[in-house]
């Protein structure tokens, strides 16, 4: 924003300049000329102007989505991310995505640590290591591509903040109250 300011003093200085510096030698021409400088002095700005303030409506519009929104394909996730920073996945929307998966109940037998039921309906979720574990020996090519896509976008950038922040998680398969 200082640049910006920066910009428009030091453009609004040399059209000033410009007025008086020529306002003599060539009379009321002056504004035909003084036009084509403001035109060059603030063209830019103008355009960076509308720029950030695009940018800024688009991330009121999108601030509700921050962080849990994504799109594989043509499939809209929806990711909850708890305050551990794990990322949890619905798994009935695994399911349409893979096609097939192993039953919620099935799921929390052998995955105690990385399976929940959260939400006012109770769905059923899985945590972003526990899906990866599971889908490792996915052998569709469309769990495969699912697979991928998981684990470069939800699983590792979660694995990297709980690295960074020094938080240790049970592995999915050990009890959660251990």
Same mark, same amino acid.
């Given at each position: 924003?200082?640049t910006? @300011?920066?910009?428009?003093? +030091?453009?609004?200085?040399?059209?000033?300049?410009?007025?008086?510096?020529?306002?003599? @030698?060539?009379?009321?021409?002056?504004? $035909?000329?003084?036009?084509?400088?403001?035109?060059?002095?603030?063209?830019?700005?103008?355009?960076?102007?509308?720029?950030?303030? =695009?940018?800024?409506?688009? /991330?009121?519009?999108?601030? =509700?989505l +921050?962080?849990?929104?994504?799109?594989?394909? =043509?499939?809209?996730?929806?990711?909850?991310?708890?305050? /551990?920073?794990?990322?949890?996945?619905?798994?009935?929307?695994?399911?349409?995505?893979?096609?097939? $998966?192993? /039953?919620?109940?099935?799921?929390?037998?052998?995955? *105690? /640590?990385?399976?929940?039921? @959260?939400?006012?309906d109770?769905? +059923?979720?899985l945590?972003?290591?526990?899906?990866?574990?599971?889908?490792?020996?996915?052998?569709? *090519?469309q769990?495969?591509?699912?697979?991928?896509?998981?684990?470069?976008?939800?699983?590792?950038?979660?694995?990297?903040?709980?690295?960074?922040? +020094?938080?240790?998680?049970?592995?999915?398969?050990?009890?959660?109250?251990?």
């Open positions: 924003m200082h910006l @300011l920066g910009r428009t003093i +030091g453009a609004t200085l040399a059209c000033v300049a410009f007025y008086f510096l020529t306002e003599r @030698l060539l009379g009321p021409v002056v504004w $035909l000329f003084l036009a084509v400088v403001m035109g060059l002095a603030f063209n830019r700005i103008v355009i960076d102007v509308v720029a950030a303030m =695009s940018w800024q409506f688009k /991330s009121l519009r999108l601030k =509700s +921050g962080g849990t929104h994504y799109k594989f394909q =043509s499939f809209n996730v929806t990711i909850l991310e708890d305050e /551990s920073h794990c990322r949890w996945i619905a798994t009935d929307l695994v399911r349409k995505i893979v096609g097939q $998966l192993a /039953s919620d109940q099935a799921l929390a037998t052998i995955f *105690p /640590s990385g399976h929940q039921y @959260l939400g006012k109770k769905k +059923g979720y945590r972003d290591d526990a899906l990866v574990e599971h889908l490792a020996n996915a052998t569709t *090519p769990a495969i591509k699912f697979k991928n896509w998981a684990q470069r976008n939800i699983a590792y950038p979660a694995n990297k903040t709980r690295e960074r922040l +020094g938080i240790k998680l049970a592995a999915p398969t050990s009890d959660p109250d251990e």
